[in-house]
């Protein structure tokens, strides 16, 4: 580094510590070539500590809060769908029913959307989507309901 002139013009500064080189030279230089190898990281083979981060307490610790979370959820809505009434409970699952039907044929109806000719576009749309409700209502449901229905209030 070139200390002949200083930032405020002066010549013959001091370097003080404050300064800065961006030279290649400057500080100390690393040793790239090959040598020794370094100790094995911790959790390596022979290594001490986790040898992934699933085992670390961090991650037990994180993952044990997110499976009570889960768990007390759950719970929470096996005790409200016991509080329904049998009529609740069959409104429940085909409301459920209908809204899978419905995504169903929507999320198929985007693969094939661009395919169809700009006149028929609006008369399928709305086509499917009706078609997907009634599925929903008097297909999906009703199997639906004979299959949980030990699972039913009588």
């Known amino acids: ?56 307490k961090a991650w037990q610790e994180g993952t044990g809060g997110l499976k009570r979370m889960w768990h007390n959820y759950v719970t929470m809505l096996g005790t409200q769908f016991k509080k329904m009434t049998r009529r609740e409970q069959e409104e429940l699952i085909t409301r459920l ?26 008369f399928v749309l709305p086509g499917i989507l009706l078609g997907a409700y009634w599925a929903g209502t008097n297909v999906v449901s009703p199997i639906m309901i004979a299959r949980y229905e030990q699972y039913l209030n009588p």
Do not use: N
Not at 20 to 33: C, E, L, N
Not at 97 to 115: D, E, K, R
């Open 1 to 56: 580094m070139d200390f002949k002139k200083s930032r405020s013009g002066k010549k013959d500064a001091k370097p003080s510590e404050k300064t800065f080189s961006a030279s290649p030279d400057y500080g100390t230089t690393i040793d790239a070539s090959p040598g020794e190898r370094p100790a094995a990281r911790p959790g390596a083979a022979g290594g001490q500590g986790p040898r992934s981060i699933q085992e670390t």
């Open 97 to 122: 029913s209908q809204i899978v039907t419905i995504g169903s044929a929507a999320l198929i109806t985007m693969l094939f959307y661009g395919f169809i000719p700009l006149f028929l576009k609006i």
